[in-house]
């Protein structure tokens, strides 16, 4: 674990802060303005003093930034940023309050709603950030890969799809050699983009079952837990023979020249929905106001984000900070300045590859938290058939749209924010194409889009 970050409490903004709830309990206006006085009392947040867990990875940024530029001050709170070791770790510290909140991922507040590893009720009003993540393979996977990939020119054509590596894996099964890949959490994004593409391309990741609970029973490919910043080295060292993982890992291992990125998971499904930002729900309903502070401080570190290219180049500076990511600049900025490389040299335009505000990227819609539902279905970690209410009922518990738009009216009354920035939504996205498989996600009926799948559980299946 990391030194924690932190800014002192006697900051000017905060002592600007401090006097004007000072100026509240004595009913002046100590910054001489109308009425301001009473709107700092109203919205006062229970808890000043929080701290939040990240991992090393490029969407911690909203985190960062919220810090970074007196956001969280703003609000009224004194934050300190503190990275943590893994995933399990980090949910385990949320959950029994030695953190108050944390970046997470998308499936974790889900799975420790239905009790799939650490039972628990953790809750999210806020996404942090679409897509990000991509799948890379090491070097000697690539060039038994290559020959069957199609091309244009004198390079591969994109999306690279795991029918290519079927033929890899398929060699190796006959030789008696397993085929062993990582990625970062059982019900993170990664796993499930990861299975995603090797189900498309014909390939069995395996199932969740009661007497195995790696998820490797009937698997093709062998998919095992790997913390992403270890991931490279993992790769190298020839423990696992590729990976899916967040950035800057997979650039990384293009800059190292050890493995190739294949499939970035914006190819995989068109803006997804990446990570969150978690807390539990005993918290959240201790400090409603703190909550909508810390959320409207996150809205606009990410609209900060997504504002211009030299936010962005700022941006990569601070990531680069070994409190932070602690990775090169050069390496950060591959991802988050709109390009991507997959084979050293094919470095092509990816302008969507981080969004932290555009499309509504912020915003925790069920649809999302469905489509998380249905792969943890799909795979086995859910391990009965539930019907389509029971989505919809699960994704209302975790998911808190009430406390977003609580924050994203104050930041329209206070003139930060436009109403135009918010979506008008019940919820849901609509039906979504863009998956590598061409098949059409509808959140309404999660257990018809099961039954689409050739690979995977269908709707009344039982593992």
């Excluded at 970046?103 to 799975?111: F, I, K, R, S």
């Amino acid at each position: 674990m990391q030194d924690p970050v932190h800014k002192p409490a006697g900051s000017s903004r905060r002592a600007i802060l401090q006097a004007a709830a000072g100026a509240a309990l004595t009913g002046t206006t100590a910054l001489g303005l109308p009425g301001l006085a009473h709107a700092q009392k109203a919205a006062r947040p229970e808890k000043e003093t929080l701290k939040f867990g990240f991992i090393k990875l490029t969407d911690c940024a909203p985190l960062v930034i919220a810090y970074e530029k007196g956001y969280f001050e703003d609000e009224g709170l004194v934050v300190t940023l503190e990275a943590q070791a893994n995933w399990k770790v980090l949910l385990d510290r949320v959950i029994d309050g030695q953190l108050d909140g944390a970046h997470m991922l998308a499936g974790q507040p889900l799975g420790a709603s239905i009790g799939f590893g650490t039972k628990a009720d953790v809750i999210t009003a806020f996404s942090m950030d679409l897509n990000g993540n991509a799948i890379t393979v090491s070097n000697a996977v690539w060039k038994e890969m290559k020959p069957y990939l199609p091309m244009e020119g004198d390079r591969p054509a994109h999306p690279i799809k795991a029918d290519a590596l079927k033929k890899v894996v398929d060699k190796w099964k006959a030789d008696g050699k397993p085929f062993k890949m990582g990625m970062v959490f059982p019900v993170s994004t990664h796993n499930y983009e990861l299975r995603y593409w090797l189900a498309a391309g014909g390939l069995n990741p395996g199932y969740y079952t009661a007497g195995d609970i790696t998820g490797t029973d009937k698997a093709d490919v062998l998919l095992s837990v790997t913390p992403p910043p270890q991931m490279p080295a993992t790769m190298e060292a020839g423990t696992i023979n590729g990976y899916c993982v967040g950035e800057p890992w997979n650039q990384q291992a293009v800059f190292k020249g050890i493995g190739v990125p294949v499939v970035t998971d914006y190819e995989v499904w068109k803006n997804n929905p990446e990570k969150v930002f978690g807390v539990t729900r005993g918290w959240a309903d201790k400090y409603p106001n703190t909550h909508v502070a810390v959320v409207k401080a996150l809205i606009r570190a990410c609209m900060w984000l997504d504002a211009s290219m030299k936010n962005r180049i700022e941006a990569v500076k601070i990531l680069s900070k070994p409190a932070y990511v602690g990775a090169d600049e050069a390496v950060i900025a591959n991802s988050m300045t709109g390009t991507f490389e997959y084979e050293k040299g094919d470095k092509l335009p990816a302008p969507d590859f981080n969004v932290f505000f555009r499309n509504h990227a912020t915003y925790p819609f069920y649809s999302d938290a469905i489509w998380y539902l249905t792969q943890m279905r799909r795979w086995g970690q859910i391990g009965e058939h539930k019907p389509d209410s029971w989505y919809l009922e699960t994704a209302k518990k975790v998911y808190r749209p009430d406390v977003y738009m609580a924050a994203a009216k104050a930041l329209i009354a206070e003139g930060r924010a436009r109403d135009t920035d918010f979506p008008k939504t019940d919820g849901f996205k609509g039906p979504q194409d863009g998956f590598i498989d061409g098949i059409v996600y509808d959140g309404r009926k999660p257990n018809d889009y099961l039954n689409k799948f050739r690979i995977g559980l269908k709707a009344k299946d039982k593992v």
